[in-house]
Nanobody, 119 residues
């Protein structure tokens, strides 16, 4: 089992920045990739970004490309999401999740952290 705890959310004005953290504990050796997802009020959960745990290769949703940066600190078993140039439409609960193998889906969801961007 892997436990994930997100932190770093808050209220920020449009154009501002926030840095989210997700700390993993437990069976952290079984991580192929980590991802960030978000759910806005009244909408489905959507993919934001993912990072390959060993290579550091990243993939982003088009809506955040060029504004958000995902990174990881393997020694701390922590994944980060640096969010710049925030927009009101980025308002959502942000979740991190683990992909244990290349063929598995994302799971082990954290509890989420609220990000609110005011206009």
């Amino acid at each position: 089992q892997v436990q994930l705890v997100e932190s770093g959310g808050g209220l920020v004005q449009a154009g501002g920045s926030l840095r989210l953290s997700c700390a993993a504990s437990g069976r952290t050796f079984s991580i192929y990739a980590m991802g960030w997802f978000r759910r806005a009020p009244g909408k489905e959960r959507e993919f934001v970004a993912t990072i390959n745990w060993s290579s550091g290769a990243t993939v982003y949703a088009d809506s955040v490309k060029g504004r958000f940066t995902i990174s990881r600190d393997s020694a701390k078993n922590t994944v980060y999401l640096q969010m710049n140039s925030l927009k009101p439409e980025d308002t959502a609960v942000y979740y991190c999740a683990r992909k244990p193998t290349t063929y598995a889906g994302f799971g082990s969801w954290g509890q989420g952290t609220q990000v609110t961007v005011s206009s």
